[in-house]
């Protein structure tokens, strides 16, 4: 009986050895007796790219000049539902769209019962209120009747604007910078802007030769004498 006693305890023993050894061990491999390491400190990084670090594209001005009527025809299929855009169409659940560019928002349609959010809204149908009514008309005008979630394309809003535009008119659409010229206007600084110029260099006869060329003699301005 003593025997099996001893014997019981000794494996309890080896066992209590055993896993303290493992604590120790788990301990170092994992740092957790070290307090200078940063709860949260992850072995590796995973590069992920930065929210709204894309490319934004072209303005909405450039995909104005670059898109077309036709193909916002196309898209303002989607809206037919709802809207006409005929002139003189009546108006359907929302209403009608002949002319709309440049006119005040919420008051286009007369006796059309816009939302207050949308008649209370201020300003006109520009080009840039357009671009975000089409974008998110919610997010535009809170509280809207229109139920359209929008369209993400800025191409299409931009197709479908000139297609509203070319029923009824609107403002001059607006102009796209110029490249080489900044959004001030102003011209490139030195050393900007494009570095030499096409074609090969002349050689050193051929520049000789142009020193012999007749040059053109500016216009002489009679000077009068001030007596200065």
């Not at 560019?101 to 959010?117: V, W």
Request: net charge negative; with cysteine; hydrophobic share 40%.
């Amino acid at each position: 009986m003593m025997s099996n006693t001893n014997t019981i305890f000794g494996w309890v023993l080896a066992s209590g050895i055993v896993a303290l050894g493992l604590s120790s061990i788990s301990a170092k491999y994992f740092h957790a007796d070290n307090p200078e390491v940063e709860e949260g400190e992850f072995g590796y990084v995973i590069d992920a790219p930065e929210e709204g670090a894309a490319d934004d594209g072209p303005s909405f001005a450039a995909l104005l000049a670059q898109g077309s009527a036709s193909a916002g025809e196309a898209v303002f299929a989607k809206c037919t539902a709802c809207h006409s855009i005929a002139q003189g169409g009546a108006a359907g659940i929302g209403p009608n769209l002949y002319g709309v560019l440049g006119t005040p928002i919420g008051q286009h349609a007369a006796g059309f019962a816009y939302s207050s959010a949308l008649s209370s809204k201020g300003g006109t149908w520009d080009y840039d209120a357009m671009d975000a009514w089409l974008a998110s008309p919610r997010g535009f005008a809170n509280g809207t009747k229109m139920s359209f979630a929008g369209l993400s394309s800025a191409e299409d809003r931009a197709n479908v604007t000139l297609y509203l535009r070319e029923n009824g008119g609107g403002p001059p659409l607006p102009e796209v910078p110029a490249e080489g010229v900044d959004v001030e206007g102003e011209l490139d600084g030195a050393g900007e802007g494009p570095g030499q110029t096409q074609g090969e260099p002349a050689n050193p006869v051929e520049a000789a030769g142009a020193m012999g060329d007749e040059q053109p003699v500016p216009e002489q301005v009679s000077a009068t004498n001030t007596g200065d």
